[in-house]
C-alpha cells in the first residue's frame, strides 16, 4: 500500500467514524399529530373526535350568557382595559387540548410537530388551510410575530412562562421552530403549543399595549357580530370557518350566537336567570345554589339544576396575603390568622354543607400532598432543610377547621399565643406591636358583594384578637387594577391548578413574577427554596416524578402560610333552560359547553309552555 493510498484510506476511515459518531450523537426525533407530557397521547393518528363531543350534534340556534361588572377592550392580552367576555375565542393556537386527559396537545392551527428525545426544540407545521377571518393564510411570520410581541408587550404571565423560549425561526414554507434554553424543561414543547397566534398584518401599525373596541381579526370558529361598550357582546360563528372539520373541533362550536350579557351583580344575573334572560349559568356560590333557584320556571321544568361530577385539580381558593406588607412578613402572624377562619360555621351556616375544606394548593387531585412526606418527597427536600419550616418534615398540614356552633376559643388561644410570640400584645382591647407601638389594622379587598357574608364573621373573629380589619368591595375594574399593581393587604385569590403542573408555577410563586406589576404572585413569595422547588416540577420527567415535585412544593408553600384556605367543590353546578342538547358523555376534567347545542324540539316545546303561561 503507498503512502498516498494510506492517507486517502485514513480520511476515508475517519470520516467514516466522525460521521458514525455524529450520528450516534443526534438525538432522535419524533414526527407526529400530538404530543403528551408524559407517556402517549390517548388518540391515536386516525381519531375522528374527542370522545366526550357527539359528531351528529345539530348545528343553530342562540346561546345567551352572562357576565359580572363590565368591559372596556377587545385585547385579553394587555393589562390595561377590562377584555370582554369570550374574546379569547377568537385566537386559536398552534395545538389544543383534550379534557379527557391530564395533559396532552393536538394539532389545531399545526398540522404536525417534531421533536428530539431532549425536547431541547420543536417544529411545529402549519395546516395549509388555516384562514383568519379575513381569508389571509395563517403564516410562519404570524406564528413568530405573536411570540415577540406578547413576551415584549403582553402580560406580565407570558414573560414569565414562555421565559426559557430562545427563539423562533422559520423552516421551510410553514414550518417553524422553537428553540428552548435554560435547561432541561419537558413541558416547554406543550406550552409553546398553548401560544395565541395573531395576525401581524392586522396588529402591525396599531398600539398593542392599550385598550381598543376595534373588533380583532382572529382565526377562530366564532367572530365579533355586534355590541354596546361595557352592556353586551354577541358573537356568531364563522360560517366558513377553516377548521371545522378537524378531528379536534367536530361535534363543538355548534351554536349560531353566543351573547354574553353584563349585569351589576350576581344577585341581579342570578333573578335576570330565572327570568329567561339567558340559558345558561355556572353556580359558584352555595346559598343560591341551596336556595335561590326556586320559582315557577323552574317547578313548570322550564329550566333545571344539575351537578356534574369532575376529577379537576380545584387548585386553592383562599385568604391571600400581601406579604409586601411589613405587617404580613412574619410567618408566625400569618399562621395566627387563619385561626379566625372559622370554617365549620361557614360550612354550616352559609354554604349548606355543600363544601369541602381546601388543604392543598392542588387539592382534588393526585398532586396534593397528604401525611407526612414519601421518601421520594423526602429526597426532594432534604438539601432545603433548615431553609424551610421544620413541620415540612414532621407534620401534616391542616388549617384550622373552627366549630360549627362557632365556639373557637381554644383556637383563638393558638392565635394569641403567635402572636406574643411574634411580638403583638392586647393593650386596651386592640393588638399592639410591641416594638413600634402599631396597632394591627388591615384592609381585606373584595370585587363582589356576596363574598361579604363570608367576610365579615371572619372580621368579626379578628376583633376578638384585637385587629381591626375593614372589608372594601370594589367594581370589577378597579379591583383589578388595584391587584396588578399589588395596592392591597388581603384580598380573596384562587391558584388555579392543572393535572400537569409547570411552568406557570413560576408565575404563581417564582421570586421574579413577585417584583412584576400584573403577574399572578399577588402574595410576594420570593424564596429562593420555592424557586428551586418549581424549578425541578418543570424538569419532572415522568408521572410519578411530577407528583413527588409537586407535593413537595405544596407542603413548603402550605407552611411558609402565605393563604388562609377556604373550600372546594368537586363537582360543577349548572343550571340552564331546558332548549339545550348536550353529549352522553361528560369529561373528566370539564363539562365542554362548546360541545352543547340548541335542540330544537326541546326549543319548540319550551317556547310554547312559556306562551301558555
Known amino acids: 500500500m503507498t503512502g498516498m493510498t494510506r492517507r486517502l484510506l485514513g480520511l476515508v476511515l475517519g470520516a467514516t467514524i466522525a460521521s458514525g459518531l455524529a450520528a450516534a450523537a443526534e438525538p432522535k426525533t419524533h414526527v407526529s399529530h400530538a404530543i403528551a407530557m408524559h407517556g402517549e397521547p390517548k388518540y391515536g393518528p386516525g381519531f375522528t373526535h374527542f370522545d366526550y363531543a357527539d359528531p351528529k350534534a345539530p348545528r343553530g340556534g342562540e346561546i345567551r350568557l352572562n357576565a359580572i361588572g363590565t368591559f372596556d377592550t377587545f385585547n385579553p392580552f394587555v393589562l390595561r382595559g377590562v377584555a370582554a367576555a369570550g374574546i379569547s375565542g377568537l385566537f386559536e393556537t398552534l395545538t389544543t387540548g383534550s379534557q379527557d386527559e391530564a395533559f396532552s396537545r393536538y394539532g389545531l392551527l399545526a398540522e404536525s410537530m417534531e421533536w428530539p428525545d431532549d425536547r431541547s426544540w420543536i417544529t411545529f407545521t402549519l395546516r395549509r388551510e388555516a384562514r383568519w377571518h379575513d381569508v389571509k393564510p395563517v403564516t410562519p411570520e404570524d406564528v413568530i410575530f405573536s411570540l415577540e410581541i406578547l413576551k415584549t408587550k403582553g402580560r406580565p404571565l407570558y414573560r414569565g412562562y414562555y421565559a426559557n423560549v430562545d427563539r423562533a425561526e422559520k423552516v421551510g414554507e410553514r414550518g417553524v421552530k422553537f428553540h428552548f434554553s435554560g435547561g432541561e424543561n419537558r413541558e416547554l414543547p406543550l406550552i409553546i403549543g398553548e401560544l395565541p397566534i395573531l395576525p401581524k398584518h392586522y396588529w402591525e401599525g396599531r398600539d398593542f399595549e392599550r385598550a381598543t373596541l376595534d373588533p380583532p381579526i382572529g382565526s377562530g370558529p366564532y367572530r365579533v357580530k355586534s355590541f354596546e361598550a361595557g352592556r353586551t357582546i354577541t358573537f356568531e360563528r364563522v360560517k366558513d370557518y377553516w377548521g371545522a372539520k378537524l378531528p379536534v373541533n367536530v361535534g363543538s362550536d355548534n351554536f349560531d350566537l353566543m351573547r354574553y350579557d353584563y349585569y351589576r351583580d350576581g344577585t341581579v344575573a342570578l333573578e335576570a336567570f330565572k327570568s329567561g334572560e339567558y340559558d345558561f349559568r355556572a353556580e359558584n356560590a352555595a346559598k343560591d345554589w341551596a336556595t335561590g333557584y326556586d320559582s315557577p320556571a323552574l317547578r313548570h321544568g322550564l329550566y333545571k339544576m344539575e351537578e356534574i361530577r369532575h376529577e379537576i385539580p380545584t387548585g386553592l381558593q383562599g385568604f391571600a396575603y400581601n406579604i409586601r406588607r411589613p405587617l404580613f412578613t412574619d410567618r408566625r402572624v400569618r399562621a395566627a390568622l387563619a385561626f379566625a377562619f372559622n370554617f365549620e360555621w361557614s360550612n354550616k351556616n352559609l354554604f349548606y354543607g355543600q363544601y369541602t375544606q381546601t388543604r392543598s394548593y392542588f387539592s382534588n387531585s393526585e398532586l396534593a400532598s397528604r401525611g407526612l412526606p414519601s421518601p421520594a418527597e423526602l429526597k426532594i427536600l432534604e438539601p432545603f432543610r433548615g431553609k424551610i419550616p421544620d413541620e415540612v418534615f414532621t407534620k401534616e398540614y391542616l388549617p384550622p377547621k373552627g ?190 359547553l362548546q360541545c352543547w347545542w340548541v335542540d330544537p324540539a326541546k326549543n319548540a316545546e319550551l317556547e310554547a309552555k312559556k306562551a301558555k303561561r
Open 403 to 592: 366549630d360549627a356552633e362557632g365556639n373557637i376559643r381554644d383556637e383563638l388561644r393558638q392565635a394569641f399565643e403567635l402572636l406574643r410570640q411574634a411580638g403583638w400584645a392586647v393593650k386596651g382591647g386592640q393588638l399592639i406591636n410591641d416594638k413600634s407601638g402599631q396597632p394591627f389594622e388591615f384592609e381585606i379587598l373584595l370585587n363582589s358583594p356576596a363574598f361579604e357574608r363570608i367576610a365579615l364573621p371572619f372580621v368579626a373573629n379578628l376583633e376578638r384578637l384585637g385587629i381591626k380589619a375593614r372589608v372594601r368591595t370594589v367594581d370589577a375594574a378597579q379591583y383589578q387594577a388595584r391587584v396588578d399593581d399589588f395596592d392591597f393587604d388581603m384580598t380573596v385569590e384562587v391558584f388555579g391548578q392543572s393535572l400537569s403542573p409547570g411552568n406557570e408555577q413560576r408565575d404563581f410563586c417564582g421570586s421574579a413574577a413577585a417584583q412584576t406589576k400584573g403577574s399572578r404572585n399577588t402574595i410576594g413569595i420570593a424564596d429562593p427554596v420555592v424557586d428551586a422547588l418549581v424549578d425541578l416540577v418543570i424538569a419532572a420527567t415522568d408521572r410519578d416524578d411530577l407528583i413527588a415535585r409537586t407535593r413537595a412544593l405544596d407542603r413548603v408553600l402550605l407552611w411558609g402560610h402565605y393563604v388562609i384556605p377556604n373550600w372546594h367543590s368537586r363537582s360543577f353546578r349548572v343550571a340552564y333552560w331546558d332548549k339545550l342538547g348536550k353529549p352522553s358523555t361528560t369529561p373528566k376534567y370539564g363539562f365542554c
